[in-house]
C-alpha cells in the first residue's frame, strides 16, 4: 500500500513541477519569486528521492508483515508522504487561486501567498529531513542478509495443497477435465486445459484431484507451482527436475537446460500441471518453446486470470464458481463432523451452520477453514456460538485463518494504481451494486487515474476495472444490451479483506456504528451507519473523500468534519434524503465530485460557482426543477447530470458535459 501512496505522490509531484514556469510568469513581486523558488526546490528534492524509493517499496511491501523494522519504515514513508501530499495540494491550489479576479484581487492575494509560500516550504523541508533521517535510521538497524529474505511461497503451496476431503460438488467438472486430458491419446497432438476462477475456489484442488488418476496413462508427468515471484531460469529447471531428469543442472545455461527437456520428453506422452500462473507471456515466450513439439502433450494450467484461460485449446477451459448452498452444507459438515462417522450436523446447531455457510459464501477455502476451526471445537451450541461471536468480532484475518494469505496474494500482485482502485470499491457496503460509470467518475476525481498511451482517463479507467474482473477481484453482475458491463459486486470475503487492508493502511474507515468513525490519517470514509454523532466532536483536516450510504444522514452532523475538511475531493451523498446543502461545503476548495443523485434537494445556491475544481456534479433524480446561473463558472466541469422528479415520472433532462479544454 506505501509503494500505492507514493506512486500517487510522484504523479502529483510531477505535476506541481510542471506548474514552476507558469508559477514564475505570473508573479508580480521579488519576494514571491523568492519564495517560489525554495518551495519549488524542495518539490524536486522529495520528488527525487521517492522515485528512488518506490523500486524499494515494491519489493519491501511484501514484508512489511514478516520483518519489523521493514514494517516500520514502510509505515513511516506512507505517513510522511500523507504530509507531502497535503501541502501539495494546498499548494496547486493557492497557485490556481492566483489567476481569478482582476489585476488588484491577484496582486493582494499574491501578497498574502508570500508567506503561504515560505510556510509550505518550511513544512515540506522539515518532512523532507525526517525523510533522509528514516533512510539513515532503517540503513543503522537493518540486519545484513535479512532484507527481503523472509517467508516465501511455500505457506501459499501448502496452503493451496489438496485434501480428497474437499472434493465435494466438484465432480462434473472433473470428469469433464479427465476426458479431455486422456481422450485421442493415441494420436499425436498437444491440447492445452485451463481451470480458473477467484483465489480459494479450489482450482488446485480439481486438478490435483484429476492429476492423480490420470497420470498413470502418460510417460512423463510434473506439477509445478508458478505463483507471482517466479524467475524465468529457476522454473524451467525447476520443470526439467519435475520431469524426472537425471542430469545435474546448477551450472547449466538456459540453452542447455532447454536440450535437456526436450531430449529428455522426445516421443513420450506428456502430461504438465502449472499451478498458479499470473503471466499470459511466461507460457507463450518461455515454456512452450523449451518443450518438444513431436510428441502427445497434455497441459493443465491454472489461473485468476481470465487471459491465461484464453490460452486454452478449443472448448477445454473451465471457470470455477463458488459452491452452490447444497455443495457449501456438505463441505462443512465433512469437515466440521470429521470426527462424526455419521458426518452429519445436529439438529440444534443447523441454524448455526448456516450462518457460518454464509461468511464462507461458497469459497471452498473458507469453508475448509472453519469447519476445521469447528471440527476441534465440542459440538454443542454454547461452544459452535462462542466462535461465532468472535467471528463477528475479530478481524478477517484471525477469523478464517487461511483465507487472509490466500487472497493477500491477489492484493500484493496489483499494480499500485489498481490497489487505489481496488481498495475504493471496498468502501461501499457489502453485496452493494458497483457500477460502472460512478466507479469511473470516483477513480478520476480522486487522482487514480492518469491517461496512458492516447487514451482517455475513461479508457484507462474501463481498462482498470477489467483487470480487476480477470484477476477474480470483481464479479460482472449485469451487461447492456451490446454486452458492455454496467454494473460489479465484490465478493464479501474479498471485500472484508479489502476493509481490513484499507483501515490498516489509512486508505480510508467503514464506519458501520460501532468502533471510531475515523481511526488516525484515514484519508476516505464511508458512513455505512445512522449514528454519526461522534462526528461533532473534532474534523479530521487530512480527509479527501466522504461517502454516505445511510438514507437518513442527519446533514447537520457533517458540518464540522467539513468545515476541517478543506482539502476534500470527493463528496458523494447519494441516496442520502437531505433538503439543503450545508454552506461549509461551498468552501472545499479542493472538491472534484459532488454526488446529491437521489437526495431530496430542492435548491442549489448559486454559491455552487465557488467550487473551481468541480469535476463531476451528479444532481440526477432530485427534487431540482433548475440549475443556478453560476454553474456555468465551473470550468473544470466534465460531467453535469441533472433529473427532474415529478410525482409518478422523471423527466430526463440528462445533460453530460465535457469540458475538456476548459
Given at each position: 500500500?506505501?509503494?500505492?501512496?507514493?506512486?500517487?505522490?510522484?504523479?502529483?509531484?510531477?505535476?506541481?513541477?510542471?506548474?514552476?514556469?507558469?508559477?514564475?510568469?505570473?508573479?508580480?513581486?521579488?519576494?514571491?519569486?523568492?519564495?517560489?523558488?525554495?518551495?519549488?526546490?524542495?518539490?524536486?528534492?522529495?520528488?527525487?528521492?521517492?522515485?528512488?524509493?518506490?523500486?524499494?517499496?515494491?519489493?519491501?511491501?511484501?514484508?512489511?508483515?514478516?520483518?519489523?523494522?521493514?514494517?516500520?519504515?514502510?509505515?513511516?514513508?506512507?505517513?510522511?508522504?500523507?504530509?507531502?501530499?497535503?501541502?501539495?495540494?494546498?499548494?496547486?491550489?493557492?497557485?490556481?487561486?492566483?489567476?481569478?479576479?482582476?489585476?488588484?484581487?491577484?496582486?493582494?492575494?499574491?501578497?498574502?501567498?508570500?508567506?503561504?509560500?515560505?510556510?509550505?516550504?518550511?513544512?515540506?523541508?522539515?518532512?523532507?529531513?525526517?525523510?533522509?533521517?528514516?533512510?539513515?535510521?532503517?540503513?543503522?538497524?537493518?540486519?545484513?542478509?535479512?532484507?527481503?529474505?523472509?517467508?516465501?511461497?511455500?505457506?501459499?503451496?501448502?496452503?493451496?495443497?489438496?485434501?480428497?476431503?474437499?472434493l465435494v460438488g466438484i465432480e462434473g467438472n472433473a470428469e469433464k477435465l479427465k476426458g479431455w486430458l486422456v481422450n485421442d491419446l493415441e494420436e499425436r497432438n498437444t491440447k492445452i486445459t485451463t481451470v480458473w476462477g477467484m483465489g480459494g475456489v479450489g482450482k488446485s484442488t480439481l486438478v490435483d484431484h484429476v492429476y492423480k488418476i490420470v497420470k498413470v496413462h502418460f510417460d512423463a508427468v510434473a506439477w509445478v507451482t508458478v505463483s507471482k515471484s517466479y524467475q524465468n531460469e529457476d522454473l524451467i529447471k525447476k520443470i526439467a527436475i519435475e520431469f524426472g531428469t537425471s542430469i545435474s543442472l546448477s551450472n547449466m545455461d538456459m540453452r542447455r537446460v532447454v536440450d535437456v527437456i526436450r531430449n529428455h520428453l522426445q516421443g513420450k506422452r506428456v502430461f504438465l500441471v502449472l499451478d498458479d500462473i499470473w503471466d499470459r507471456g511466461l507460457w507463450i515466450n518461455n515454456i512452450m518453446p523449451a518443450l518438444p513439439t513431436n510428441c502427445t502433450s497434455r497441459f493443465v494450467l491454472t489461473s485468476r486470470l481470465s487471459e491465461i484461460a484464453s490460452l486454452a485449446t478449443s472448448n477445454c477451459a473451465i471457470k470455477l464458481e463458488p459452491l452452490q448452498e447444497y455443495h457449501s452444507y456438505m463441505l462443512f459438515c465433512k469437515l466440521a463432523f470429521q470426527n462424526n462417522d455419521a458426518k452429519s450436523c445436529p439438529s440444534e446447531l443447523r441454524n448455526l451452520a448456516v450462518k457460518f455457510l454464509q461468511k464462507c459464501e461458497g469459497l471452498p477455502i473458507a469453508i475448509a477453514c472453519i469447519g476445521r476451526l469447528l471440527s476441534c471445537k465440542p459440538p454443542i451450541h454454547s461452544e459452535w456460538e462462542n466462535v461465532y461471536e468472535k467471528l463477528e468480532l475479530q478481524s478477517t484475518k484471525n477469523v478464517i485463518p487461511g483465507v487472509d494469505t490466500i487472497l493477500k496474494i491477489s492484493l500484493e500482485d496489483l499494480p499500485y494504481e489498481l490497489i487505489n482502485c481496488f481498495l475504493h470499491c471496498a468502501?461501499?457496503?457489502?453485496?452493494?451494486?458497483?457500477?460502472?460509470?460512478?466507479?469511473?467518475?470516483?477513480?478520476?476525481?480522486?487522482?487514480?487515474?492518469?491517461?496512458?498511451?492516447?487514451?482517455?482517463?475513461?479508457?484507462?479507467?474501463?481498462?482498470?476495472?477489467?483487470?480487476?474482473?480477470?484477476?477474480?477481484?470483481?464479479?460482472?453482475?449485469?451487461?447492456?444490451?451490446?454486452?458492455?458491463?454496467?454494473?460489479?459486486?465484490?465478493?464479501?470475503?474479498?471485500?472484508?479483506?479489502?476493509?481490513?487492508?484499507?483501515?490498516?493502511?489509512?486508505?480510508?474507515?467503514?464506519?458501520?456504528?460501532?468502533?471510531?468513525?475515523?481511526?488516525?490519517?484515514?484519508?476516505?470514509?464511508?458512513?455505512?451507519?445512522?449514528?454519526?454523532?461522534?462526528?461533532?466532536?473534532?474534523?479530521?483536516?487530512?480527509?479527501?473523500?466522504?461517502?454516505?450510504?445511510?438514507?437518513?444522514?442527519?446533514?447537520?452532523?457533517?458540518?464540522?468534519?467539513?468545515?476541517?475538511?478543506?482539502?476534500?475531493?470527493?463528496?458523494?451523498?447519494?441516496?442520502?434524503?437531505?433538503?439543503?446543502?450545508?454552506?461549509?461545503?461551498?468552501?472545499?476548495?479542493?472538491?472534484?465530485?459532488?454526488?446529491?443523485?437521489?437526495?431530496?434537494?430542492?435548491?442549489?445556491?448559486?454559491?455552487?460557482?465557488?467550487?473551481?475544481?468541480?469535476?463531476?456534479?451528479?444532481?440526477?433524480?432530485?427534487?431540482?426543477?433548475?440549475?443556478p446561473k453560476d454553474v456555468e463558472k465551473l470550468r473544470k466541469l466534465r460531467y453535469l447530470y441533472a433529473f427532474t422528479l415529478q410525482t409518478k415520472t422523471i423527466t430526463d433532462i440528462f445533460v453530460e458535459l465535457w469540458c475538456l479544454g476548459a
Open positions: 500500500m506505501a509503494e500505492a501512496v507514493v506512486g500517487l505522490l510522484i504523479g502529483k509531484l510531477g505535476e506541481a513541477l510542471a506548474k514552476e514556469a507558469v508559477a514564475y510568469g505570473a508573479s508580480l513581486l521579488c519576494k514571491e519569486a523568492s519564495a517560489l523558488k525554495g518551495l519549488f526546490g524542495e518539490i524536486r528534492k522529495a520528488e527525487a528521492e521517492l522515485k528512488s524509493m518506490n523500486v524499494y517499496l515494491r519489493d519491501s511491501e511484501k514484508f512489511k508483515d514478516t520483518d519489523e523494522t521493514t514494517g516500520i519504515f514502510v509505515n513511516k514513508i506512507q505517513e510522511l508522504s500523507f504530509r507531502i501530499e497535503d501541502v501539495i495540494d494546498e499548494f496547486m491550489y493557492k497557485l490556481e487561486d492566483d489567476k481569478h479576479g482582476g489585476f488588484a484581487a491577484k496582486t493582494k492575494k499574491r501578497m498574502k501567498h508570500v508567506k503561504v509560500w515560505h510556510r509550505l516550504a518550511l513544512q515540506l523541508r522539515e518532512i523532507n529531513a525526517e525523510l533522509e533521517d528514516t533512510i539513515q535510521r532503517r540503513d543503522r538497524y537493518v540486519i545484513p542478509g535479512t532484507q527481503g529474505h523472509t517467508k516465501n511461497n511455500g505457506d501459499h503451496q501448502t496452503l493451496c495443497s489438496a485434501r480428497e476431503e474437499d468502501m461501499f457496503p457489502e453485496d452493494y451494486i458497483l457500477k460502472r460509470r460512478r466507479l469511473i467518475r470516483h477513480w478520476i476525481t480522486a487522482g487514480f487515474i492518469k491517461e496512458k498511451a492516447k487514451k482517455t482517463l475513461e479508457e484507462v479507467a474501463e481498462d482498470f476495472l477489467n483487470e480487476l474482473v480477470n484477476r477474480s477481484l470483481l464479479q460482472v453482475i449485469a451487461k447492456n444490451e451490446i454486452g458492455r458491463v454496467k454494473c460489479y459486486q465484490m465478493h464479501d470475503i474479498i471485500r472484508r479483506i479489502a476493509i481490513d487492508k484499507a483501515a490498516k493502511e489509512c486508505f480510508g474507515n467503514v464506519y458501520d456504528g460501532h468502533g471510531s468513525i475515523l481511526l488516525p490519517a484515514t484519508r476516505r470514509l464511508s458512513i455505512q451507519s445512522t449514528n454519526v454523532a461522534p462526528l461533532n466532536q473534532s474534523g479530521r483536516p487530512h480527509l479527501r473523500a466522504i461517502h454516505a450510504f445511510t438514507s437518513s444522514l442527519d446533514i447537520d452532523l457533517l458540518r464540522p468534519i467539513l468545515a476541517s475538511s478543506l482539502l476534500l475531493s470527493i463528496l458523494d451523498l447519494q441516496g442520502t434524503q437531505i433538503l439543503m446543502l450545508p454552506n461549509e461545503i461551498f468552501s472545499l476548495f479542493n472538491l472534484r465530485f459532488l454526488g446529491l443523485r437521489y437526495t431530496r434537494i430542492e435548491i442549489l445556491p448559486e454559491e455552487i460557482g465557488k467550487l473551481q475544481n468541480l469535476e463531476v456534479l451528479d444532481a440526477a433524480a432530485t427534487a431540482l426543477v433548475s440549475l
